[in-house]
């Protein structure tokens, strides 16, 4: 049972805003992989756990290093496990240096969208214990 629906509701908003980033961002750049093009893909990658961050620390303040700790984890360990399902899924295009890297970038956006709605879910879980703090 949900103890606190502010928090995993307002963790569970910032992530979504981040995922609608990360994928307008993706779709603004589509195939163009040109040097200057291709910083803003970090964005697809940053933008999802940097706003689930940033919920995190709107909704519960004093849990500012568990937030930097998972959000830190999510952002650091996504591009590897997308990375992995792009190769099971089409080796073909993970052998490629350049390209557009479908899979990679909707696998990325995918385990975004179901990790940060975990976290949130999993905040929710958890009883606020300074109520008086925010």
């Given at each position: 049972?949900?103890?606190?629906?502010?928090?995993?509701?307002?963790?569970?908003?910032?992530?979504?805003?981040?995922?609608?980033?990360?994928?307008?961002?993706?779709?603004?750049?589509?195939?163009?992989?040109?040097?200057?093009?291709?910083?803003?893909?970090?964005?697809?990658?940053?933008?999802?756990?940097l706003t689930t961050f940033v919920g995190w620390i709107v909704?519960?303040?004093?849990?500012?290093?568990?937030?930097?700790?998972?959000?830190?984890?999510?952002?650091?360990?996504?591009?590897?496990?997308?990375?992995?399902?792009?190769t099971i899924l089409a080796p073909?295009?993970?052998?490629?240096?350049?390209?557009?890297?479908?899979?990679?970038?909707?696998?990325?956006?995918?385990?975004?969208?179901?990790?940060?709605?975990?976290?949130?879910?999993?905040?929710?879980?958890?009883?606020?214990?300074?109520?008086?703090?925010?």
């Amino acid at each position: 049972m949900l103890r606190d629906i502010r928090a995993m509701l307002t963790i569970a908003i910032a992530a979504l805003l981040g995922l609608a980033i990360a994928i307008a961002t993706y779709n603004i750049v589509g195939d163009n992989r040109t040097p200057t093009m291709l910083r803003w893909l970090a964005l697809v990658i940053l933008a999802t756990p940097l706003t689930t961050f940033v919920g995190w620390i709107v909704a519960r303040r004093s849990e500012w290093r568990l937030a930097l700790a998972s959000c830190g984890a999510f952002y650091f360990f996504t591009p590897f496990i997308a990375a992995r399902i792009e190769t099971i899924l089409a080796p073909e295009a993970a052998a490629q240096t350049v390209g557009p890297h479908t899979v990679y970038f909707t696998s990325v956006l995918i385990l975004h969208a179901i990790g940060g709605l975990a976290l949130a879910w999993w905040r929710g879980q958890a009883k606020d214990t300074n109520l008086t703090s925010v």
